[in-house]
């Protein structure tokens, strides 16, 4: 967790770089043709130090205030120094004032644009400005000044050739970063790379604010100075070796875990249905009936539910289709309560015997309706609501839960006990004794009429209910990805200027192999896939190691032992003049840098630049290049437990256990078993009627029609009960519950790649194409989520990336030739498109114009770009527009304009308040939060910014500082340290 002092950390760095002075080492550098125009590029390195160089195209010397430091001329003489218009060159000169960079300038903030973030689009569309090195710096033109005296020589041979080697390979590293470049576009940038002045480099990128992770990116390179080699051989050679280890923290993404618990309420509902009459006795004399069991018999039954408080109506059964056929039709009368039996029901020889002491000609006759199931065994239960039912006594009942999630229905298979029929009312004589007892026996203790009872209804299964599903989060954990790698780079290269033509020949070879791995400290867990895959992108690095490009190795070992042997560099013998190969190297750094800017490699393992032919006017390289690329991706798995399954309860429950019978047989009337109206389990509510009717058909075709209507029950006081009616219900309820395991990965998985580069210049014109293939050892894994739901990832993928630029710039001279002002006019084409391309790694064709136009007290930039970008979230269409301006007195400002499905803003303005510090505010409508990778919500936020820079400090940072609308604190600190 962020120590809730971590925000103070912006304020005791500000005030330890004005307490404690960055001490500048002393520099020697060699003299530089002080006659020649002011160079292309106005603007100095005065700018973050990711974005610290200079203008490759730029056609002169930019000369520092300080003035330039020449080497003697004896010492010229003697080989000391050479031709100052090859690879060595003077460090550039610091200016006051600086603006906000128009495009991305380094492979890494390249990189950024291809993983696709929100809050990093206006980069995505910046990056398609002219020149990639235009610092966007306004002031004042630098003012050449005359040489200062000689720098002091030792006496030691050994050491006057060291101090050529440093100075001669750190101002060409100065001067033409991508040549000397030993970055590999990942741990810092080409830019500020100084060998043999300092050693270690360090980038950082902190952030405080919520929800967001600190660190982004903690990396360093140790470049030792006994590494860094340069040499003028023979035969117009320039070679050079630099080399050094590498290695960082960068932030991968984020994984949130959520576990919900899952419940599923099940119901099954039963209904229990019998209805009986009293035949009279008369029956077989009066319909002249012979025998009773010939008759086939027909049950309808209706019932009539209303919402609670609502009296149900009449329930009317038609029967008009069954009976129109019938060869008679009679109508029994409905059953009368003053209707009185034969024999007594309340009697111990009448009812408590089952009428055994009856004549049987004598005896009741019953009409049952229904047949009957056997639910006997939850006889033991107390049936009300609440009840738990085991799974051995379900079963005994006949009762299975089904499983819906895998479509299988609940079973209900209790026996048949009895059929519907006209029952004679003696033991012996009706087939369901329990039935019998339930109708005719008084005498029963309620244990018995209990279970009696479960044995004289037609209960019915109704089938399982739609299951109702719940789901309640009950945990959320979130932890972060880091990828840690180490590598060794070794750059080698070597320039050949041709003697008779005016050409020069470029060989190089980069290697940087090394191992990654990916790891969650939070968790202390690995992810082997990912760390597999970087690795191999970082490991195919080796391939470049044993190499031997032209002789290279030979010529690098050629100029050690020449070092050895306390020689000096060798003259330049071409026709070429100082201005024209002044000119190719500016036009070999170009092109260098437009590979690197056209490349899709997030972090470079190794190259080869193929002999590449360069004039003053043209230039052209082929690469073939091994690193890993940056994919952001969103995987998302579902771990789903197993159901475990719940108790079975009675959630409902409406018996007539206690009302259902007896039919009283008695002379004299008796009263009704009471009942509670209020008893809704035990009553038929208010709110429903039910309706039976009953058909008998002889097998002559005679038809007997009985009918009863529940309403009876309360219209017509009964003293002798010769019929009843039971219409019940219960409902079982389980509630099974799982738990289920979301896990969401949002983030950026470094796939191995190999990727071929073309790339050229033509006077003002430069273009590149890149193309690449990828490889995904396993496409649905990173950290630990396996993506199931998320955005499908291929494993396989290839990707071309085009751009075409050019640069028309006018110089405004005096009468005496001074330039007063520059004015750049720099269209921008840009296209990338990759097979598998989402949302988050989308293609897009994007174009744009930057107009700037720099004096000696003020200057200022306009670009206007068009981006398509279908899958963007901002819109398929989106204009940018960005301003700056900038004063001589150190005030700059800077504001841009996003217009899309939403329109985002923001402004800054710095006001330079020592020679390397410069305080400013900023505003802006969006605020960017990390949850995994860059994204961005419209929330207003404002704050500070303070800016330490580049180049003769060995620090520079930009620390924000700021509020957003919703309270919560927004700081980060960005920048880089070398010594």
């Given at each position: 967790m962020l120590s809730k002092r971590?925000?103070?950390?912006?304020?005791?760095f500000l005030w330890y770089l004005l307490l404690n002075p960055f001490k500048v080492k002393a520099q020697e550098v060699i003299e530089v043709d002080l006659s020649l125009p002011v160079l292309e590029q106005i603007v100095n390195t005065d700018t973050d130090i990711s974005q610290n160089t200079s203008n490759p195209k730029l056609d002169s010397q930019v000369i520092s205030e300080s003035g330039v430091k020449p080497f003697p001329s004896n010492e010229r003489e003697k080989g000391f120094a050479f031709d100052s218009t090859d690879l060595e060159y003077q460090v550039p000169s610091e200016s006051n004032n600086t603006l906000k960079d128009l495009i991305p300038k380094t492979p890494e903030q390249i990189d950024a644009v291809q993983k696709f973030n929100n809050s990093q689009i206006f980069n995505l569309i910046q990056n398609i400005q002219l020149n990639p090195f235009y610092q966007g710096t306004i002031g004042p033109l630098p003012q050449p000044v005359q040489p200062q005296s000689k720098p002091q020589v030792s006496d030691n041979i050994q050491d006057q050739i060291n101090q050529l080697i440093t100075n001669a390979i750190s101002n060409t590293a100065v001067r033409y970063p991508w040549i000397i470049n030993s970055s590999d576009s990942l741990s810092f940038s080409p830019q500020i790379f100084k060998p043999r002045f300092d050693e270690l480099y360090h980038s950082f990128d902190l952030q405080w604010s919520k929800e967001n992770p600190v660190i982004n990116k903690i990396s360093f390179g140790v470049f030792?100075?006994?590494?860094?080699?340069?040499?003028?051989?023979?035969?117009?050679?320039?070679?050079?070796?630099?080399?050094?280890?590498?290695?960082?923290?960068?932030?991968?993404?984020?994984?949130?875990?959520?576990?919900?618990?899952?419940?599923?309420?099940?119901?099954?509902?039963?209904?229990?249905?019998?209805?009986?009459?009293?035949?009279?006795?008369?029956?077989?004399?009066?319909?002249?009936?012979?025998?009773?069991?010939?008759?086939?018999?027909?049950?309808?039954?209706?019932?009539?539910?209303?919402?609670?408080?609502?009296?149900?109506?009449?329930?009317?059964i038609d029967s008009s289709s069954i009976t129109q056929s019938a060869n008679n039709l009679i109508v029994l009368p409905t059953p009368q309560n003053f209707q009185l039996g034969t024999g007594s029901t309340f009697s111990p020889s009448g009812g408590g015997a089952l009428f055994s002491n009856l004549e049987v000609q004598n005896a009741p006759l019953i009409l049952q309706a229904f047949p009957t199931t056997d639910l006997q065994a939850l006889a033991g239960l107390d049936l009300q609501q609440g009840t738990v039912i085991s799974k051995?006594?379900?079963?005994?009942?006949?009762?299975?839960?089904?499983?819906?999630?895998?479509?299988?229905?609940?079973?209900?298979?209790?026996?048949?006990?009895?059929?519907?029929?006209?029952?004679?009312?003696?033991?012996?004589?009706?087939?369901?004794?329990?039935?019998l007892n339930i109708l005719v026996n008084p005498f029963l203790t309620g244990e018995q009429r209990d279970r009696y009872y479960l044995n004289s209804l037609l209960w019915l299964g109704l089938g399982t209910r739609t299951p109702e599903l719940n789901l309640v989060e009950i945990n959320r954990s979130k932890f972060d990805w880091y990828r840690f790698y180490f590598s060794a780079a070794q750059n080698r290269f070597m320039i050949r200027y041709d003697p008779e033509k005016i050409e020069a020949?470029?060989?190089?070879?980069?290697?940087?192999?090394?191992?990654?791995?990916?790891?969650?400290?939070?968790?202390?867990?690995?992810?082997?896939?990912?760390?597999?895959?970087?690795?191999?992108?970082?490991?195919?690095?080796?391939?470049?190691?044993?190499?031997?490009?032209?002789?290279?190795?030979?010529?690098?070992?050629?100029?050690?032992?020449?070092?050895?042997n306390n020689q000096f560099f060798n003259s330049l013998e071409t026709k070429a003049t100082s201005e024209q190969r002044r000119q190719m190297n500016q036009r070999l750094n170009l092109n260098l840098a437009y590979s690197n800017i056209g490349s899709n490699l997030n972090q470079v393992s190794g190259f080869i630049t193929?002999?590449?032919?360069?004039?003053?006017?043209?230039?052209?390289?082929?690469?073939?290049?091994?690193?890993?690329?940056?994919?952001?991706?969103?995987?998302?798995?579902?771990?789903?437990?197993?159901?475990?399954?719940?108790?079975?309860?009675?959630?409902?429950?409406?018996?007539?256990?206690?009302?259902?019978?007896?039919?009283?047989?008695m002379g004299t009337q008796l009263p009704v078993v009471p009942s509670n109206i209020n008893d809704r389990q035990q009553t038929q509510p208010i709110n429903e009627s039910s309706a039976t009717q009953v058909i008998l058909v002889s097998p002559e075709g005679d038809q007997f029609i009985q009918q009863f209507d529940s309403n009876l029950f309360t219209s017509v006081p009964i003293g002798v009960k010769i019929f009843d009616l039971a219409f019940d219900r219960f409902v079982l309820e389980r509630i099974d519950q799982r738990t289920i395991t979301n896990k969401f990965f949002n983030g950026y998985i470094s796939l191995p790649t190999v990727e071929l580069v073309y790339a050229g210049t033509s006077n003002d014109f430069s273009y590149s194409i890149n193309t690449g293939l990828w490889f995904n050892i396993d496409h649905n894994k990173a950290g630990t989520v396996t993506n199931s739901l998320g955005i499908f990832e291929p494993s396989v993928g290839v990707y071309i990336n085009a751009l075409l630029t050019a640069n028309k710039r006018r110089l405004d001279l005096d009468e005496n030739g001074q330039v007063l002002a520059v004015t750049t006019h720099s269209p921008f084409l840009r296209f990338n498109w990759n097979s598998a391309n989402n949302s988050n790694n989308p293609w897009q064709i994007s174009l744009s114009h930057t107009i700037s136009r720099q004096t000696r007290k003020y200057g200022y930039s306009f670009t206007g770009s068009l981006g398509i970008i279908p899958q963007y979230s901002n819109g398929p269409v989106i204009g940018l527009i960005n301003g700056n301006i900038g004063f001589n007195f150190g005030l700059s400002a800077n504001g841009n304009i996003e217009l899309g499905d939403q329109i985002y803003y923001g402004f800054t303005a710095m006001q330079q308040v020592l020679p390397r510090l410069s305080l400013g505010l900023y505003i802006k409508n969006s605020t960017e939060i990390n949850e995994g990778f860059n994204s961005?919500?419209?929330?207003?936020?404002?704050?500070?910014?303070?800016?330490?820079?580049?180049?003769?400090?060995?620090?520079?940072?930009?620390?924000q500082i700021g509020i957003g609308e919703s309270g919560n604190f927004i700081g980060s600190v960005k920048g880089d340290i070398r010594w």
């Open positions: 971590a925000w103070l950390f912006p304020f005791f030792p100075y006994t590494d860094q080699f340069y040499w003028v051989l023979d035969e117009n050679r320039i070679i050079g070796e630099v080399g050094g280890l590498q290695g960082g923290l960068i932030y991968q993404g984020r994984e949130t875990q959520v576990e919900f618990s899952q419940t599923m309420r099940l119901q099954q509902s039963f209904n229990g249905l019998q209805a009986v009459w009293v035949i009279p006795n008369d029956f077989q004399r009066l319909f002249r009936v012979e025998d009773l069991s010939n008759f086939q018999v027909i049950t309808i039954s209706g019932q009539l539910i209303n919402p609670e408080g609502v009296p149900a109506g009449t329930v009317n051995e006594i379900l079963a005994q009942a006949g009762i299975s839960w089904g499983n819906p999630a895998m479509g299988q229905p609940s079973i209900f298979n209790a026996p048949i006990t009895s059929t519907p029929g006209i029952k004679i009312a003696q033991e012996g004589k009706f087939e369901n004794k329990d039935l020949t470029y060989f190089n070879l980069y290697s940087n192999p090394g191992v990654s791995f990916t790891l969650a400290p939070e968790k202390s867990d690995i992810d082997e896939i990912q760390s597999v895959n970087s690795t191999i992108g970082m490991m195919m690095g080796y391939v470049f190691a044993a190499f031997n490009v032209k002789n290279l190795d030979q010529s690098i070992e050629e100029a050690y032992k020449a070092k050895e193929f002999p590449s032919y360069i004039t003053p006017t043209k230039s052209s390289l082929f690469q073939i290049k091994t690193g890993n690329i940056r994919r952001a991706v969103q995987f998302i798995d579902s771990i789903v437990g197993n159901w475990n399954e719940g108790e079975t309860v009675i959630s409902e429950a409406r018996f007539s256990n206690r009302d259902f019978g007896p039919l009283t047989f961005r919500i419209l929330e207003l936020n404002y704050g500070i910014l303070i800016e330490h820079k580049f180049p003769d400090s060995p620090i520079s940072l930009t620390a």
